[in-house]
């Protein structure tokens, strides 16, 4: 016990120390969460009556921010798999910061949405015994479950490979290998169930299509890889982890896949909705090409569907996508694009028109986008600190056995 | 032998004559019931308590004016355009320049303080129901269903009715065109 | 059998609570300083009390409980408010199952009803439980409706189209709610218990009526207009951060009375009563018209019908 707290102050001290540009980049992050946190202070005092959120659009940026870090969440998955399931040695090595991500992605998305609610005290309503979890009914509250389910097995997997690592003991395979395979099975179903929540609405007929599922997750399995990539990328520049080239190639040929298939699905969904054009078509008419006169999302969908093609077209070329420059180009188009694409190009419309068909159209305000920015801060502050962390304990120069620099 | 039978075809035709007669009473007489429009006799078959309408109709009662022999008139003729009869010029617009139509098809000749059904009977201002009845019978039958009018007071007990001028205008019963109430607004912003 | 669980879970609460005063004073401090910013400008007086922090569920909360929590917002409300109140809790009356309809030939798009809505039910004036469309006539598009229309009403070639709760048989937004604070009643009502919802508008985004709405500020109600005859599951002031919406007036309708829409309606359309009693108005309109209902490909099963007469 004594040597375990041992162990998470030297991980703490260790993940605090750096170079300046480091440190700088931690206060950096620390300005974004502390104007995040000062804004949702803000939320709070006032209500959410301070957002631009209203009856017809009920859930905004934070919504819409939470269903792209669940695809990011879900993406430890494309590391997992190959990993312990097909016995890739190269990608053993780095599975600990794919999981980490994953950990930190779940983080982010229970802090999206535990900003966005009316009564973020009355969270333990949602805890099993003492509470009143609506299951089976709910998919939200499936979606409690499985996000915590999915958030401990990535806190305990990558946790308990650390500790090993650091302690210089082999891990047992009984305490992580039965998660890890488990842990595949919840990276699908956080986003299969937080698509069936969208999907479970009869009355939003924009959502209420049967696609969406494999679309989340296509689209997770391309904006995942690319983030992966970047921080790859970034960790093999700066630290002395090495990342083989045959990880960054493994990931970009993910991507091969995933983008045009992201594209074509995206196609289908594109043709079922504007082809028969019935009034059920209404928030696509209104996402893609504007209706009444309201067009707020239309430039954001139509640049969004230009990025995703052009990153298509570079990752399908291999003597492009095989240059890191034009592979990190592609990435951030990809991510952006997915972004844009699962999020306003997503969340938005479907209340657009209202049931009762009226027209509202919503864009964050300021507070929203800095509470939204201060999660997203707070997620890439603890996940440096945790990545920095576990990149000296995985190069060795953090152990039980090396005494403290 | 002759004389009985010139008997008996008399009497044949006798007979039909005065079965043609009788089809024909029988006829109009059918008719008549079908003519006869739809009233309600009793207050005893309506399900509900009717609200009254006289504690409501103080000012400009008919009979503060009307009192006396001389004020009433004998003969059909239009009404007359004075202040007083400001708001009451037009009953029934589409009826405005029917000259049969007049008070006294609704009110009782000699007493405008009751009204009068086609049958001569006097009723109280209450019971307006029986005398618009008398012509609009399905909606009559709707007010009894409670699908047209309104019922007050609870849905389980107590029920009250309104009756037809409770809603209407005796004198102008189609419904106007009023101002609503503003729209709540709907952006949150306080 | 559950309020035995949950008394168990409270002193298992209480007692772990005790144990560690830090700990205690740490969720106390937790509790009372979220509290304050949900509840402030006027400061303690408004914060959430230890007792409102763990308030129980509805459905598991006994008489004594009951009678604690309603006096409670009885007091609060004075405070606020500055009005006396009596908080109320009428259960569903045996037997009955309560259903609309609402003649849309009579309707002439006043809004009385949304003035009367409001005041009975003491919403914030900025939205009623009523929204009440015009629409074209020839046809039923609802996009192709507003709720903006001005002045004088009935307009030639319209007709209007009030919305409301439809208190669903088969309700999405109950379906919907994670924490189960929203449920339908023996009588059909679907009701809300205000101090359980966590305010995640889920079941805003099921509901196909666009019945159900959420208090981003705290309520604005004139004081001398508050209605002071309060239901725990209706009409009360609702804090701010929670869903609320129609409950066909339980708290009247409860007691035998109408609701106050159709009390304030001029024209007569709408129509209230109990469906399982035959010689009903309700029954009867159902037997003999040509009702029909919103959005019925959703299979919501509402309680709320429509027809022309």
Known sequence: MKNYLIYWQRMVACSLKGSVWYRLWLLFLTAFVLWGAFNYYHHLKYGLITTNMSDAVSWGIGIANFVFFVGIAATAVILVFPAYIFKREDLKSVVIIGELLAFIAIMMCLLFIFTDIGHPERFWHLLPVIGRLNIPNSLLAWDVIVFNVYLVLNLHIPGYLLYQKYRGKPAKKIFYLPLTWISIFFAISIHTVTAFLLVGLGARYFWNTSILAPRFLISAFASGPALLIIIFLVLSHFTTLKIQSSIIDYLRKVMMVTLPVNLFLFLCEFFKEIYPNTLHAASAQYLFFGLDGHNMLTKWIWSAVFMNCVATVLILIPKWSKQNKILIACCVLTIVGIWIEKGMGLIFPGFIPTPLGEIVEYSPNLGEIAVSLGVTALGALIFTLMTKAAVWVLTDKLAHNVPPQ | MILIMQMIKICTMLMIVLIIISCLFFNTFLHAQEDTPATVSSQEELPNEIIKRTPKIEMYRCDECHDSEESFNSKIRPMAKDKDHES???FHPEKKDD????????HASKNYNKLILQSEEKISFNESYRLCG?????????????IHGKVVGGWLNNKKQHSCTSCHNAHDPKMKQVDPIPEPTRSKKS | MTTDRSKRNKLFLEKKLEEKIERRTFLKGLATGLGLALFSPEKTANALS???????????????????????IEKQTLERHHTEVKISDHRPMDGVEFVYCLNLSKCNGNRKCVEACQKENNTDRSFSYIKVLEMENGGFNL???????????????KFYLPVQCNQCDNPPCVKACPVAATWKEKDGIVVIDYDWCIGCRYCQAACPYEARHFNFRTPEIPENEINPDQGYLSNRIRPRGVVEKCTFCLHRTRVGKLPACLEACPTGARKFGNILDPESDVAKIIKNERVFVLKEELNTLPRFYYFFS
């Open chain 2, 88 to 90: 009451i010029t037009t």
């Open chain 2, 99 to 106: 000259p049969n139509f007049w008070c006294n098809n609704c």
């Open chain 2, 134 to 146: 008398q012509c609009h019978g399905p909606t009559l039958k709707d007010w009894k269903n409670n």
């Open chain 3, 50 to 72: 230890f007792d409102e922090f763990w308030q129980k569920h509805y459905k598991e909360l006994t008489p004594e409980d009951k009678k604690r929590i309603f006096e409670r």
């Open chain 3, 143 to 157: 996009e192709k409706g507003t709720t903006h229309y001005l002045g004088p009403v009935p307009k030639e070639g």
